[in-house]
């Protein structure tokens, strides 16, 4: 199982992207899908996730901002990031439970990060 993701990049404030993570591989099903990032110096922390019924959660200081979404078609997720701030600056790290084919449980997997770079 591999999470390929994509979509950063620079930006100017007040600007948006969007990042996408597709998991694949020979894969069951997949639980939790979860965006995370860390900005330079600091530890990782956790942005926003979605649960395989499409329910979501957010940081406080993404609400408002971001909207994270998935299709489990694809078992890919989104997270749309919009008005965004030069403190968002950072490598975002997808995140998803799969349960792989012949398998029982749920493994933790993770992308390679993008990086996020909002500036003027």
């Known amino acids: 199982v591999q999470l390929q993701a994509s979509g950063g990049g620079l930006v100017q404030p007040g600007g948006s992207l969007r990042l996408s993570c597709a998991a694949s591989g020979s894969i069951f099903s997949v639980n939790f899908m979860r965006w995370y990032r860390q900005a330079p110096g600091k530890q990782r922390e956790l942005v926003a996730a979605v649960t395989s019924g499409g329910s979501s959660t957010y940081q406080d200081s993404v609400k408002g901002r971001f909207t994270i979404s998935r299709d489990n078609a694809k078992n890919t997720v989104y997270l749309q990031m919009n008005v965004l701030k030069p403190e968002d600056t950072a490598v975002y790290y997808c995140?998803?439970?799969?349960?792989?084919?012949?398998?029982?449980?749920?493994?933790?997997?993770w992308g390679q990060g993008t990086l996020v770079t909002v500036s003027s």
């Open positions: 995140n998803a439970e799969v349960r792989a084919r012949g398998s029982y449980a749920y493994t933790m997997y």
